[in-house]
């Protein structure tokens, strides 16, 4: 089983569609979450990132860290062609005693996203 | 983002042969990554370095060995390039926990 599952789609919307990409993940000890977003040709950019549980909105875009369930989702409001890209969720886990995470993320397989006029 | 450089942009060789992608930054960082990438399987770590006299296995070392020749390169090398080996290769650069990726290096084995 892999420690990070996000589902690949590919996923196709209307513009001004609300998006709704999640992740579920196995390990306890991831404590950062994140996602990022891959134009076709590009290399990922970081998108949203989220300490711990909760919630926290960026403009049209709105992360959200379940950990009691190991589920985390990014929402898109208001979803633009331009949204269009490889949506990828990315975690990291404190790997000493010390809390140091070296930097070691896990990513899920990324979903396709398509915002069509 | 022209902060992290990756050389060549595209690769074609063939079974057997060994191969160098190289990656530079100007960002500063004292870490870098390799990943790569294939359809499905979202990326996946290769090696990694906190600075230039510390380098780490990732989660699929075998086949490939690394070189950091200064705290602003970071090269990857094939020893002995096989199919299997074909996907997109980035670099990473981090600062906290973000990481700035280049723009990727395709490379088909034949």
């Known amino acids: 089983q892999k420690e990070v599952e996000q589902d690949p789609g590919p996923l196709s919307v209307p513009e001004g569609a609300i998006v709704s990409l999640n992740c579920t993940y196995s390990n306890s000890a991831f404590q950062y979450f994140m996602w990022y977003r891959q134009y076709s040709r590009k290399g990922p950019e970081l998108l949203m990132y989220?300490?711990?549980?909760g919630n926290k909105e960026d403009g049209r875009f709105t992360a959200q860290v379940d950990k009691s369930s190991k589920y985390i989702s990014l929402f898109i409001r208001d979803s633009q062609p331009s949204d269009s890209a490889t949506y990828l969720c990315?975690?990291?886990?404190?790997?000493?005693?010390?809390?140091?995470?070296?930097?070691?993320?896990?990513f899920g397989q990324g979903t396709i996203l398509t915002v069509h006029p | 983002d022209a902060d992290v450089t990756q050389t060549p942009r595209n690769r074609i060789t063939k079974t057997g042969k060994r191969i160098m992608l190289e990656c530079s930054q100007t960002k500063g960082h004292d870490r870098m990554y390799w990943y790569r990438q294939d359809p499905g399987l979202g990326l996946r770590l290769i090696y990694y370095s906190f600075d230039v006299k510390d380098i780490n296995k990732g989660e699929i070392s075998d086949g490939y060995s690394v070189s950091r020749q200064a705290q602003a390169k970071f090269s990857l090398s094939l020893e002995s390039a096989i199919p299997n080996q074909t996907a997109l290769y980035f670099c990473?650069?981090?600062?906290?926990?973000?990481?700035?990726f280049g723009p990727g290096t395709r490379l088909l084995v034949l």
């Open positions: 990473a650069t981090a600062r906290g926990e973000t990481q700035y």
């Open positions: 989220t300490y711990s549980s």
């Open positions: 990315a975690m990291i886990g404190f790997t000493d005693a010390g809390g140091t995470s070296y930097g070691k993320l896990t």
